[in-house]
């Protein structure tokens, strides 16, 4: 087949937008993601990220974007949890999703596994992000054929870089090195954030919880309003 390219997929750079509700989350299930996909759409974004095979097929129907897919599962004994199986692969491509997002780490042969997974989405005519969390991953996700490397998995991997904000230091070394567009994922809070991220190399940047996960932007502002209370005290 003809490998998809991102061009063929994304008609620019820019914004794309996670938007992902886990079961014990408040707006797990319905139509909430959806919601959430028509307001990034309304705002310029020019992609959606998204978690569950429902929400793939839900937010499909509901804006003319591409869809990153990808299933969050646990794996008794492993640490891998994106897309970790060729059943979640199979289901994300039947939902509809244009882009298969799977962990392409360094750890419990993830990278023989993930090489399948690859090979089997482009067989099926679909791109594969891979999610990443350090620049030697991404190299080597680059080299089993995905499409897009992704830094969503910095700082996740007990070697990767443990820092507060987004890795942009990752993004900048595989944006120098790679040959497949680099996607800035990742602990990004701000515009200017996103903006550095692009600045970086980054030629798409995903935003979920600053954008999506209401539960976790009100913890950020209760947590400084307590601070300006203490410091009055």
Same mark, same amino acid.
């Given at each position: 087949? &003809?490998?998809? &390219?991102?061009?063929?997929?994304?008609? +620019?750079?820019? !914004?794309?937008?996670?938007?992902?509700?886990?079961?014990?989350?408040?707006?797990?299930?319905?139509?909430?993601?959806?919601? %959430?996909?028509?307001?990034?759409?309304? @705002?310029?974004?020019?992609?959606?990220? &998204?978690?569950?095979?429902?929400?793939?097929?839900?937010?499909?129907?509901?804006?003319?974007?591409?869809?990153?897919? !990808?299933?969050?599962?646990? %794996?008794?004994?492993?640490?891998?949890? $994106?897309? *970790?199986?060729?059943?979640?692969? =199979?289901?994300?491509? +039947?939902?509809?999703?244009?882009?298969?997002?799977?962990? =392409?780490?360094?750890?419990?042969?993830?990278?023989?596994?993930? /090489?399948?997974?690859?090979?089997? /989405?482009?067989?099926?005519?679909? /791109?594969? %992000?891979?999610?990443?969390?350090?620049? +030697?991953?991404? %190299?080597?996700?680059?080299?089993?054929?995905?499409?897009? $490397?992704?830094?969503?998995?910095?700082?996740?991997? *007990?070697?990767?870089?443990?820092?507060?904000? *987004?890795?942009?230091?990752?993004?900048?070394?595989?944006?120098?090195?790679?040959?497949? *567009?680099?996607?800035?994922?990742?602990?990004?809070? @701000?515009?200017?954030?996103?903006?550095?991220?692009?600045?970086?190399?980054?030629?798409? =940047?995903?935003?979920?919880?600053?954008? &999506?996960?209401?539960?976790?932007?009100?913890?950020?502002?209760?947590?400084?309003?307590?601070?300006? $209370?203490?410091?009055? /005290?």
């Amino acid at each position: 087949m &003809t490998k998809t &390219t991102h061009r063929t997929i994304f008609s +620019e750079r820019g !914004l794309i937008v996670s938007c992902q509700a886990l079961e014990h989350e408040p707006l797990h299930g319905g139509d909430a993601m959806a919601k %959430m996909a028509k307001a990034a759409l309304q @705002s310029g974004a020019i992609g959606i990220r &998204t978690n569950g095979v429902d929400d793939i097929r839900a937010i499909k129907e509901a804006v003319d974007l591409p869809v990153i897919g !990808l299933i969050k599962r646990d %794996m008794p004994g492993s640490d891998v949890f $994106i897309t *970790p199986t060729l059943d979640e692969v =199979v289901q994300i491509i +039947e939902a509809g999703a244009d882009i298969v997002a799977l962990d =392409v780490t360094d750890r419990e042969d993830r990278l023989a596994k993930a /090489a399948e997974l690859i090979a089997f /989405a482009h067989q099926a005519g679909i /791109a594969v %992000m891979a999610d990443v969390s350090t620049y +030697e991953e991404g %190299m080597a996700a680059e080299k089993l054929g995905a499409d897009f $490397i992704g830094t969503t998995l910095s700082g996740y991997t *007990p070697y990767s870089t443990q820092i507060e904000g *987004p890795d942009l230091a990752l993004v900048s070394s595989l944006a120098a090195d790679a040959q497949v *567009p680099v996607v800035a994922e990742g602990r990004i809070w @701000s515009p200017e954030e996103a903006a550095r991220a692009l600045q970086a190399g980054a030629t798409y =940047v995903v935003v979920g919880s600053a954008i &999506t996960r209401p539960q976790l932007i009100t913890a950020r502002y209760v947590e400084a309003v307590r601070q300006a $209370i203490g410091s009055e /005290a």
